[in-house]
Nanobody, 127 residues
Framework: QVQLEESGGGLMQPGGSLRLSCAAS????????MAWFRQAPGKEREFVAA????????YYTDSVKGRFTISRDNAKNALYLQMNSLKAEDTAVYYC????????????????????WGQGTQVTVSS
C-alpha cells in the first residue's frame, strides 16, 4: 500500500523558516514527479513546487520563488520543502503529492494529475 506522510509543520513567526518532509512508503518514487501543494481555509488547493524525476528540474509558483526550495532524497524515498522568509500568506495545510504519469510542465500545477497524496501538515505563520 502506497503511503505519503508529511511532517515538519508548525507555528512560525514571519521571516522564519520551516522544513517540511514527506516520507514515502510502499514503493519507490524515484522515477516519478513529486510535488507540494497547499490549501488555505476557504481556498482551493494550490500548487507550490514540483520536482520532475526525468531531468531533476524544479518548478515553483511565483509567490514562493526565491524563498522555497524543493528537494528529494531517492535513497530515503523522501521529499522536502525548505521554506524561508515565511509570510502570513504562506499559512495553509501543505500536502505532498506524487504522480506516476509523465506529465508536461503546464500540467504540474493541476492537482488532478497526481495519484497519491499525504494527509497534510499545518503551517501557520503569525506573530
Amino acid at each position: 500500500q502506497v503511503q505519503l506522510e508529511e511532517s515538519g509543520g508548525g507555528l512560525m513567526q514571519p521571516g522564519g523558516s520551516l522544513r517540511l518532509s514527506c516520507a514515502a512508503s510502499g514503493r519507490s518514487f524515484s522515477s516519478f514527479t513529486m510535488a507540494w501543494f497547499r490549501q488555505a481555509p476557504g481556498k482551493e488547493r494550490e500548487f507550490v513546487a514540483a520536482l520532475r524525476s526525468t531531468d531533476g528540474n524544479k518548478y515553483y509558483t511565483d509567490s514562493v520563488k526565491g524563498r522555497f526550495t524543493i528537494s528529494r532524497d531517492n535513497a530515503k524515498n523522501a521529499l522536502y520543502l525548505q521554506m524561508n522568509s515565511l509570510k502570513a500568506e504562506d499559512t495553509a495545510v501543505y500536502y505532498c503529492a506524487v504522480t506516476a504519469r509523465r506529465i508536461i510542465v503546464s500540467a504540474m500545477r493541476d492537482p488532478r494529475q497526481y495519484d497519491y497524496w499525504g494527509q497534510g501538515t499545518q503551517v501557520t505563520v503569525s506573530s
